[in-house]
């Protein structure tokens, strides 16, 4: 990370990382924050399209827990701003590491480090996976009945 002094406070820049090399890490926070406003705006209007086209919503359900699933499986209820500090910190992580680590190594890493394991914390480290793959089967089938 490189960080340069401003009269107000030091910008911290993203060095290493190959996604966000160069870039703000405000910015990047914020960048993230709007995309996930976006996304859960995007999924709470494909469930309501889903009798309508639902091929389609199901289609853009899935890309998008996807896409934010790994971080958090509730990202569609958590305010964007907090699951977005989220993802900077790993990303922070990451590039202080210089490796691109997953984010359930991350989390694993949080839980062996003393962190206190809260039921919360349990709930999203493994589970998280088959869950939403029993979801995502259980979405299919239905639909396949449904034809």
């Known amino acids: 990370m490189d ?19 160069g870039q703000d ?3 990047v926070r914020r960048g993230l924050a709007d995309e996930i406003g976006r996304d859960q705006r995007q999924y709470a209007l494909s469930l309501e399209g889903a009798e309508q086209a639902e091929f389609a919503s199901l289609t853009s359900v899935v890309e998008l827990e996807r896409r934010w699933g790994q971080f958090d499986f509730g990202w569609t209820d958590v305010p964007a701003g ?10 922070l992580e990451r590039e202080s590491r210089q490796d691109l680590i997953s984010f359930a190594d991350y989390r694993a890493d949080l839980d062996e480090s003393g962190e206190e394991m809260t039921p919360e914390l349990a709930w999203k480290t493994k589970p998280v996976l088959i869950t939403a793959a029993l979801g995502i089967l259980a979405l299919i089938i239905i639909l396949w009945l449904a034809l």
Do not use: G
């Open 3 to 21: 960080s340069s002094n401003s009269p107000n406070q030091p910008v911290v820049r993203f060095a290493w990382h190959p996604t966000y090399q």
């Open 25 to 27: 890490v405000e910015h």
């Open 82 to 91: 907090e699951l977005a500090d989220r993802i900077v910190a790993f990303e």
